[in-house]
């Protein structure tokens, strides 16, 4: 799978973003879904993610209800809308896809990753 992550910018402190995942060459619905960042200085951290079926979503704490992942089988897309957006967000996002869900989590050798994306937020 070829994953093309767009959608970052600059956006005000508690304003909204919506990033989007393109993917192609394999069979998406095959592959759970997520998505990671990373600051600059800091280690790469989950973010969010989404199962094949889109039955079941995870996040990290610090993004509970605020941002929210989904996917469209139907597009091959994956999206995140952020909102509320706070400083501590900026960073290089990432999606990503493995067809084991638990390891795309904790970002163990994942199938694939995608170019990132810059995510910029001024307060």
């Known amino acids: 799978v070829q994953l093309q992550a767009y959608g970052g910018g600059l956006v005000q402190a508690g304003g909204s973003l919506r990033l989007s995942c393109a993917a192609s060459?394999?069979?998406?619905?095959?592959?759970?879904m997520g998505w990671f960042r990373q600051a600059p200085g800091k280690e790469r951290e989950f973010v969010a993610a989404?199962?094949?079926?889109?039955?079941?979503?995870y996040y990290t704490d610090s993004v509970k209800g605020r941002f929210t992942i989904s996917r469209d089988n139907a597009k091959n897309t994956a999206t995140l809308l952020m909102n509320s957006l706070k400083p501590e967000d900026p960073a290089v996002y990432y999606c990503?896809?493995?067809?084991?869900?638990?390891?795309?989590?904790?970002?163990?050798?994942?199938?694939?990753w995608g170019q990132g994306t810059q995510v910029t937020v001024s307060s």
């Open positions: 060459g394999r069979t998406f619905s095959n592959y759970n």
């Open positions: 989404v199962d094949w079926s889109s039955r079941r979503t």
């Open positions: 990503t896809a493995d067809t084991r869900l638990r390891p795309l989590m904790a970002g163990e050798g994942n199938d694939y």
